[in-house]
């Protein structure tokens, strides 16, 4: 038997160039479709940021991030901010795994303390206690209440001090 061949002649440069630009066209595409998923990235951090609120370049600040590390909802009770304004307050509902970051302000050189109380089920509140002065910055006064408060504990750490509080609480089930 006799192998037949193909006789037609092969434009050579003609077929580099299809495979090009159908490369071109995949390159082009990826590094498109990267770009896209970037750039919503960037505009849902940025929305996150901006939700923290602008806070002011004078006088005192306190930043609170407060993290819900039970299964259960938490559900605003009452926040307090006698000496300053609310730049963020807290939310209504803190649902599991959701942190969120309550921010507030004063032009007082005497310093600024603020507290946001959740509750949750079973009859037990948490109170998130923020008090930034010239002579000290901590979170005492923060505490689990009521008769199934003992089945919580709050975790708080200080991040920076005086005039610019950053504080960040973490509530979880024994």
């Known amino acids: 038997m006799k192998?037949?061949?193909d006789t037609q002649p092969i434009d050579l440069?003609?077929?580099l160039d299809r495979r090009r630009t159908r490369r071109d066209?995949?390159?082009?595409?990826?590094?498109f479709s990267v770009a896209a998923l970037a750039g919503v990235g960037l505009a849902f951090g940025a929305a996150g940021i901006a939700n923290a609120g602008t806070m002011p370049m004078t006088g005192n600040s306190i930043a609170m991030?407060?993290?819900?590390?039970?299964?259960?909802?938490?559900v605003l009770q009452g926040s307090d901010n006698p000496y300053g304004q609310w730049i963020h307050a807290p939310n209504a509902t803190l649902?599991?795994?959701q942190s969120e970051i309550v921010t507030a302000s004063n032009n007082d050189p005497s310093g600024l303390g603020v507290d946001?109380?959740?509750?949750?089920?079973?009859?037990?509140?948490?109170?998130?206690?923020?008090?930034d002065y010239p002579g000290g910055t901590d979170t005492s006064g923060t505490r689990m209440t009521g008769p199934d408060g003992r089945f919580y504990t709050v975790r708080s750490t200080v991040d920076t001090g005086f005039p610019t509080m950053n504080?960040?609480?973490s509530l979880v089930m024994n």
């Not at 991030?65 to 938490?74: K, V």
């Open 95 to 97: 649902r599991p795994g």
């Open 65 to 74: 991030t407060i993290r819900n590390d039970t299964g259960q909802d938490m």
């Open 167 to 169: 504080a960040a609480y």
């Open 25 to 31: 066209r995949v390159v082009r595409y990826t590094v």
């Open 13 to 15: 440069l003609a077929e």
């Open 3 to 5: 192998k037949t061949t």
């Open 116 to 131: 946001v109380t959740y509750s949750l089920p079973g009859n037990a509140q948490a109170v998130f206690m923020a008090n």
